[in-house]
C-alpha cells in the first residue's frame, strides 16, 4: 500500500459534527414536559448518591465579593460527568446579569450547554442551556418536595415572581399531582406579581394568587419557596408552618441565625455549597448556628442511604446551589428527543481534522 493512499485512506469519513438547538427547538424536543425533567432530575440525584458522577466545582467569575452577584452579576461555568447508564459529559456556561429585565426586557440568566461523548471527547450537541437550567432548578425543588414536603401538602408560598418561580410550581404541581390547592405569590414589583398570578393560574389550572407581603405568602404554607433576586435577609422563621419544606434557590433570602428555626437542612452538594460559599446553609455553618455533619446532600436519601422526612411536624429547608449534573441530564434528555425527531440544527466541527 501506498503511503497516499494510506493517507487518503485516514481522511475518508473524518467529519465531526454535532446539533445546534436553539431555545424554540429544545422546546420542540420537550424542554418543557415537567414530567420528563422530573425524572432526568431523580436520575442525576441517584447517580450522585451512587458516587458515579465527576462533578468539579464551579469557578464563577464576578465583579467583586459574593454580594456583587446580586448587584453586578456573575458568570458561572459548570462541567460534569454523568456515569451509570447515561455516560454523557458536558458544561453548562451560564450568565446571569440582575439589570437585563429591567434594562433590556430579557431574561437575568442565559446559557449555554456543550455535550459531549465521553468515549471520543467529540461534541454530541451545542444548545441553549436557559430552558435546561430553569427546568432542572424546578426539577431539582420537585424532587427533594417528594422526598422531605409532607405527603398531603396542599398550599404553596412562593417569593419572586421570576423566570425559577414558574418552573418551581411547575415541578411542585407535577410532583404533587392535583393535589395543591393554592398558592400564594409575592415579589417587591407588584406587577410582576399580579400578571404571575394571572398566567401561572392559567397554566397549572391552580389558583394562584398576589399577596402584599412575605409573611402572607409564607404563613400557613405546607411548601415554601424564595426565589427571588434580594440582596438582603426577609424571611423570619417564626412565620413557617409547623411541618414545612422550605426551598430557598437563591443565596441571601434567609439570615443564618433563622436556620435555629429548622429541623433538617438538606442540600444537593455540600461540597459545591461550601465552594461558592453564599448559600445560607453554608453561612449558618461558617457562622456556628448549624454543625456541616448535619447537613445532608438529597442524592443519599434519594439512594436510601439516608432518611428522609422523619416526622409531619419536622420544618425542613432545602438549599440547592445547582449542580452541573442536573444541566448535562435535562440537556442529555432534550438532546435525544431532538435526534430522534431530526430537530436542530447539524454543524460541522470539521470536515476532515487539519491535524493529526
Ligand atoms: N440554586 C439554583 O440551582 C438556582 C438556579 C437558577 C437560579 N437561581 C437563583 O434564583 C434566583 C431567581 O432567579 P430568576 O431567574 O427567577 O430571577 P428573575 O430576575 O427572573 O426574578 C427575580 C425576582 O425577584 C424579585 N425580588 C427581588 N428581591 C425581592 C424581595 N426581597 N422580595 C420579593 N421579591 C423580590 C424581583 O422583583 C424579580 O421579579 C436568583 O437568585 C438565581 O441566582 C438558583
Known amino acids: ?199 401561572m393560574t392559567i397554566e397549572l389550572g391552580i389558583n394562584v394568587v398576589g399577596v402584599n407581603s412575605a409573611e402572607e405568602a409564607i404563613r400557613d404554607s405546607d411548601i415554601v419557596v424564595t426565589a427571588t433576586m434580594s440582596a438582603f435577609p426577609y424571611v423570619k422563621g417564626e412565620w413557617l408552618k409547623e411541618g414545612v419544606f422550605h426551598s430557598e434557590i437563591s443565596f441571601w433570602d434567609t439570615d443564618p441565625k433563622e436556620s435555629a428555626h429548622y429541623d433538617r437542612v438538606v442540600v444537593d452538594d455540600f461540597g459545591q455549597v461550601k465552594h461558592h460559599g453564599v448559600d445560607v446553609s453554608y453561612r449558618a455553618v461558617r457562622d456556628g448556628y448549624l454543625k456541616e455533619e448535619d447537613i445532608t446532600d438529597l442524592g443519599q436519601i434519594v439512594i436510601g442511604k439516608a432518611q428522609g422526612r422523619k416526622s409531619p411536624s419536622q420544618k425542613i429547608l432545602f438549599n440547592p446551589i445547582g449542580m452541573s449534573i442536573h444541566d448535562v441530564s435535562e440537556a442529555y434528555r432534550v438532546y435525544k428527543n431532538a435526534k430522534e425527531n431530526g430537530i436542530g440544527q447539524e454543524l460541522n466541527l470539521w470536515e476532515k481534522p487539519h491535524w493529526l
Open 1 to 199: 500500500m501506498s503511503v497516499v493512499g494510506e493517507k487518503e485512506k485516514t481522511n475518508v469519513n473524518k467529519k465531526v459534527s454535532f446539533i445546534y438547538l436553539s431555545q424554540e427547538d429544545c422546546i420542540k424536543a420537550g424542554g418543557l414536559d415537567m414530567n420528563g425533567t422530573l425524572q432526568a432530575i431523580q436520575k442525576s440525584f441517584e447517580l450522585h448518591g451512587k458516587n458515579e458522577v465527576i462533578q468539579p466545582t464551579k469557578p464563577v467569575i464576578r465583579w467583586g465579593g459574593p454580594e456583587t452577584e446580586e448587584t453586578r452579576g456573575r458568570i458561572m461555568t459548570m462541567p460534569s460527568f454523568l456515569g451509570g447508564d447515561l455516560d454523557v459529559a458536558g458544561m453548562k456556561w451560564i450568565p446571569s446579569m440582575p439589570d437585563n429585565p429591567k434594562k433590556l426586557g430579557q431574561p437575568r440568566a442565559s446559557g449555554i450547554i456543550i455535550l459531549t461523548d465521553p468515549n471520543n471527547g467529540f461534541p454530541l450537541a451545542i444548545m441553549d442551556g436557559t430552558i435546561v437550567s430553569a427546568m432542572r432548578t424546578g426539577a431539582a425543588t420537585g424532587v427533594a418536595a417528594k422526598y422531605l414536603a409532607n405527603p398531603d401538602s396542599r398550599t404553596v408560598g412562593i417569593i419572586g415572581a421570576g423566570v425559577q418561580s414558574r418552573t418551581q410550581l411547575m415541578a411542585i404541581s407535577s410532583a404533587f399531582k392535583n393535589q395543591i390547592e393554592q398558592i400564594k405569590v409575592f415579589d417587591l414589583n407588584s406587577e410582576k406579581t399580579l400578571n404571575f398570578g394571572k398566567e
